[in-house]
């Protein structure tokens, strides 16, 4: 069993928007062969291929929404914020 990482050693990154967007448009052209492979209709697969490329474009416009809305906030971290946010004695 491998010990505990050191500090050193750098960690993988995190998955980016861009790599679950590849996996997806992967998946978008080998669903459709895995089923005619299998027997489903020429129109069955493409009606497939047409709902998983509407399901990756709307997953790829939250992915990318929610990457620059987590830069934005952090930029923001750390900054002076004058809210009114007072102690209380």
Known sequence: MPGPR???EPRPAPDTAS??????????????????????SLAGAAG????????????RVLLRHSERRTERCATQRGGRHTRGQTPVD
Do not use: E
């Open 6 to 8: 050191s500090s050193s």
């Open 19 to 40: 790599d679950v967007i590849r996996w997806a448009a992967f998946s978008c052209v080998l669903v459709p062969v895995v089923l005619l492979w299998y027997g489903t």
């Open 48 to 59: 497939t291929a047409f709902g998983l490329a509407a399901v990756t474009a709307a997953c």
